[in-house]
């Protein structure tokens, strides 16, 4: 075992530092941090719409629903301008945590995102109607600015609000957005800039130094989109039903969770936050799944993903990575080692808002060969039940994001809207409360000087 743990913190800890150190992965994951408050704004929405909507109607109670209509509309004010939005919001944070890595004015950068999401958009719409339209109707529309040809309506300077400004334009941002930064910041550094006296205030300053390459980044991106238009074609369409949607369709495979919670894993065993190295997959792929089923749980339609981000805080993260509220349950129950009662009885609280930390270095569990196994074998079992139950319909699909900090229980029931997301919680705890129990057994026959001899 010994020689196993060395040969993998000689050849895997670099590849996983060297990940860590990537400045636009690094930038792609802050972007999506920066994000959360606005999400987390959104799905309180959800929640309270859900309550006060959703569950009485189902229960046939349109009196509260009627009476808390206030309250609903509200919610909806409050979801178009978050949850409704992020794709629109994300363009903005990922220039701007592009240019912090970079070290250049990130104001403009994330400017500049946003204007070329907005660019690479259809801006115009056509639609052919069954019956021709009565005057009465052709002069509403021309007075809406629409042009009325016969049976066909059509328009200019229109976004499809509701596909295109949520989940659906990520990666069109990560992408087109990537190359637009990039000019930005290279003729940054290469001064290839409008360069001010010293008189002049900072802010015009700077202002003035992103004139050229804002402008040549928008101008890049603008030759793209202009060429697509001549096939016909959008940036965001064809990079959403090339890249993205066959990605997404990717991550809601077993095989993808399995090899994604088992990086993670590893990468912790090693004293690397796998679960920030793998930030930018986790985050594009089921991050973007999460929006899509809280967009569509708003406007009351099927949920379209089985897996998000919050599927591993809800069922195989229980108390951070590995699970250790697990762990540090299991120790009190059945350790007879003081060294490592004493951190478990420390780590509870922690454990219980999912921060691992204590336990992680406290124990430790890093490069400590007895929990290698359990360690990783607990979460790949918890998410192959978790699966198999999602699977087969046994639990509702997550549809509200809930914060990483949310305790158990709490954050299923809101997340799910569904009280048997919480006995699958209750079987995933206890299953890997089990797979602890038999090597805190059997650490209660090692010398604690001689655990992390590796």
Request: some cysteine; charged content about 10%.
């Amino acid at each position: 075992m010994n020689a196993i743990i060395s040969w993998l913190n000689k050849h895997l800890v670099p590849v996983a530092v060297k990940i860590g150190s990537v400045r636009w992965l690094v930038a792609l994951r802050d972007a999506f941090i920066s994000i959360m408050p606005i999400m987390l704004a959104g799905s309180v929405a959800s929640v309270l719409n859900a309550i006060f909507r959703d569950v009485p109607t189902n229960l046939g109670w349109t009196g509260v629903v009627n009476s808390m209509q206030w309250l609903i509309n509200i919610n909806a004010l409050v979801w178009t301008g978050s949850t409704a939005i992020l794709g629109l919001l994300f363009a903005f944070t990922f220039g701007y945590h592009m240019c912090v890595q970079y070290k250049v004015e990130p104001i403009a950068g994330g400017l500049l995102t946003l204007g070329t999401f907005i660019m690479s958009l259809p801006q115009s719409f056509s639609a052919d109607l069954k019956n021709v339209l009565t005057k009465g109707d052709i002069k509403t529309l021309t007075a809406a600015n629409m042009a009325v040809n016969g049976k066909n309506i059509s328009a200019w300077g229109w976004f499809n609000f509701n596909k295109y400004f949520g989940a659906y334009g990520f990666f069109t941002i990560m992408i087109m957005g990537a190359i637009s930064v990039a000019v930005y910041i290279a003729l940054v550094k290469r001064h290839i800039t409008i360069k001010m006296p010293d008189s002049v205030p900072p802010a015009v300053s700077n202002a003035f130094t992103g004139i050229i390459p804002a402008t040549a980044g928008l101008f890049v991106v603008g030759i793209i989109n202009y060429l697509f238009s001549l096939r016909n074609t959008t940036v965001i369409d064809l990079i959403a039903k090339t890249i993205q949607e066959p990605l997404m369709k990717m991550g809601q495979g077993y095989g993808s969770l399995l090899l994604i919670v088992f990086l993670v894993q590893l990468f912790w065993f090693f004293g690397i936050h796998g679960t920030n190295v793998l930030a930018p997959v986790t985050e594009s792929i089921w991050t973007t799944a999460l929006i899509a089923n809280t967009n569509a749980h708003k406007m009351q339609k099927a949920l379209p993903y089985m897996w998000t981000r919050s599927d591993f805080d809800l069922y195989v993260w229980i108390g951070g990575a590995g699970s250790t509220l697990l762990l540090i349950l299991a120790v009190l129950a059945f350790s007879k080692r003081e060294d490592e009662r004493a951190v478990a009885k420390i780590s509870l609280v922690p454990g219980i808002f999912n921060i691992n930390e204590p336990m992680m270095f406290g124990m430790p569990i890093v490069l400590n060969p007895i929990y290698i196994i359990p360690f990783v074998l607990a979460p790949l079992v918890m998410v192959s039940i978790a699966y198999g139950a999602l699977s087969l319909g046994l639990v509702n699909r997550v549809a509200v994001q809930t914060t990483w900090a949310m305790p158990p229980f709490l954050n299923a029931i809101i997340a799910t809207i569904d009280w048997r997301s919480v006995i699958l919680q209750i079987v995933n705890m206890v299953v890997g409360f089990l797979i602890y129990v038999p090597f805190v057994i059997a650490s209660n026959n090692v010398d604690p000087q001689k655990v992390n001899k590796v």
